[in-house]
C-alpha cells in the first residue's frame, strides 16, 4: 500500500502560508513557495528532513524570498512558471500551463491562474487531492488584481472551482477572518457562512491555520466562487449582471472593504 504524502501547512513572515510536502517512503521532500528561510529551515530541522524541490507559484517577493538561501543549505531544484522565469530566482525546470510532471511518486498538473499577477500558477496533485493556489484562489477570497484583470481572473477561478469538490486548497495567506468579514456584508442569509464564520473564530482563538479547506467548502461559503448566487446579486443590485460583471464588483468591494 503506497503511504500517503504528509503536507504541513508552515506559517511565515506575518501572515504567509509555505507547504512542506513530505514523502514518507522515499524521504524526500518538496516546499510550496518560500516566503523565508529561516522558519523554513527550523521546520526541516525539526522532523529530520532534506529539501529535494522548490515550487514557486508567483514572483512577489513574499513567496520567494528564501529560495536562494533554501538552495544553497539543500541543492534543492527550483520549479516556476516559464511565463514568470524573468521575475523568478533562477529555475531549473520551467512549467506551463497544461503540463504535467511527476513529484515525490504523485503526478502534478500546472495550471496557470493569471489575476493576482500575470503568469500565476497553481499546482494540482490530483492523487493527493491537493491543490496550492497561492494567491489566486483563498480562503473565502481571492486575491488583489495587481496585474491581471477581472476576466482573467474569474477564468482562472473557473478552473479551479471545476476540480473535484474534496480537494483540499492550499493558499498562500491567514486572510480567511478578514475575507469573512467581506463575506458576511454581501451573503449574510447563507448558514453555510454563518457556520464557517464560528469555526474560523474557534480555529484562531486556538492559534491554528484556516488553511487548508475544501473546495466544496469555498464553494459553499466564497463569495468570489459564487457570482450566480441569486442572494448575492440581489444584495449587489445585480440580478441581470454577467457572472463575470458580478465578481469584479465583489473584487472591487472587498478591495474597498
Same mark, same amino acid.
Given at each position: 500500500?503506497?503511504?500517503?504524502?504528509?503536507?504541513?501547512? %508552515?506559517? =511565515?513572515?506575518?501572515?504567509?502560508?509555505?507547504?512542506?510536502?513530505? /514523502?514518507?517512503?522515499?524521504?524526500?521532500?518538496?516546499?510550496?513557495?518560500?516566503?523565508?528561510?529561516?522558519?523554513?529551515?527550523?521546520?526541516?530541522?525539526?522532523?529530520?528532513?532534506?529539501?529535494?524541490?522548490?515550487?514557486?507559484?508567483?514572483?512577489?517577493?513574499?513567496? &520567494?524570498?528564501?529560495?536562494?538561501?533554501?538552495?544553497?543549505?539543500?541543492?534543492?531544484? &527550483?520549479?516556476?512558471?516559464?511565463?514568470?522565469?524573468?521575475?523568478?530566482?533562477? %529555475?531549473?525546470?520551467?512549467?506551463?500551463?497544461?503540463?504535467? #510532471?511527476?513529484?515525490?511518486?504523485?503526478?502534478?498538473?500546472?495550471?496557470?491562474?493569471?489575476?493576482?499577477? &500575470?503568469?500565476?500558477?497553481?499546482?494540482?496533485?490530483?492523487?493527493?487531492?491537493?491543490? #496550492?493556489?497561492? +494567491?489566486?484562489?483563498?480562503?473565502?477570497? =481571492?486575491?488583489?488584481? #495587481?496585474?491581471?484583470?477581472?476576466?482573467?481572473?474569474?477564468?482562472?477561478?473557473?478552473?479551479?472551482?471545476?476540480?473535484?469538490? *474534496?480537494?483540499?486548497?492550499?493558499?498562500?495567506?491567514?486572510?480567511? *477572518?478578514?475575507?469573512?468579514?467581506?463575506?458576511?456584508?454581501?451573503?449574510? +442569509? /447563507?448558514?453555510?457562512?454563518?457556520?464557517?464564520?464560528?469555526?474560523?473564530?474557534?480555529?484562531?482563538?486556538?492559534?491554528?491555520?484556516?488553511?487548508?479547506?475544501?473546495? *466544496?467548502?469555498? %464553494? +459553499?461559503?466564497?463569495?468570489?466562487?459564487?457570482?450566480?448566487?441569486?442572494?448575492?446579486?440581489?444584495? %449587489?443590485?445585480?440580478?441581470?449582471?454577467?457572472? &463575470?460583471?458580478? #465578481?469584479?464588483?465583489?473584487?472591487?468591494?472587498?478591495?474597498?472593504?
Amino acid at each position: 500500500m503506497t503511504m500517503p504524502l504528509e503536507i504541513i501547512t %508552515l506559517p =511565515c513572515l506575518s501572515d504567509n502560508y509555505a507547504y512542506l510536502i513530505h /514523502n514518507p517512503a522515499s524521504g524526500e521532500t518538496a516546499l510550496v513557495d518560500a516566503p523565508e528561510a529561516g522558519a523554513i529551515k527550523a521546520a526541516l530541522s525539526e522532523r529530520g528532513w532534506g529539501l529535494d524541490w522548490i515550487l514557486l507559484t508567483h514572483h512577489h517577493w513574499d513567496h &520567494v524570498d528564501g529560495v536562494a538561501d533554501l538552495r544553497d543549505a539543500y541543492g534543492a531544484r &527550483v520549479i516556476g512558471a516559464a511565463a514568470d522565469a524573468h521575475r523568478l530566482p533562477p %529555475l531549473d525546470q520551467a512549467v506551463a500551463d497544461g503540463e504535467r #510532471f511527476s513529484l515525490l511518486g504523485e503526478e502534478v498538473l500546472v495550471m496557470d491562474v493569471s489575476g493576482h499577477t &500575470v503568469g500565476h500558477i497553481a499546482f494540482y496533485l490530483p492523487g493527493a487531492e491537493a491543490v #496550492f493556489t497561492a +494567491d489566486s484562489l483563498m480562503a473565502l477570497g =481571492c486575491g488583489r488584481l #495587481f496585474e491581471g484583470t477581472p476576466q482573467q481572473m474569474w477564468a482562472s477561478l473557473s478552473r479551479l472551482a471545476g476540480l473535484p469538490p *474534496q480537494t483540499m486548497v492550499y493558499s498562500g495567506h491567514e486572510y480567511t *477572518q478578514s475575507n469573512g468579514a467581506f463575506a458576511a456584508t454581501i451573503d449574510a +442569509d /447563507n448558514p453555510a457562512l454563518q457556520e464557517r464564520l464560528r469555526d474560523i473564530a474557534s480555529t484562531r482563538a486556538a492559534g491554528r491555520p484556516t488553511v487548508p479547506a475544501s473546495l *466544496q467548502l469555498e %464553494l +459553499d461559503t466564497n463569495p468570489f466562487l459564487r457570482p450566480h448566487d441569486p442572494a448575492i446579486r440581489a444584495a %449587489l443590485r445585480m440580478e441581470d449582471a454577467e457572472d &463575470v460583471e458580478v #465578481f469584479a464588483e465583489v473584487r472591487k468591494r472587498k478591495d474597498n472593504f
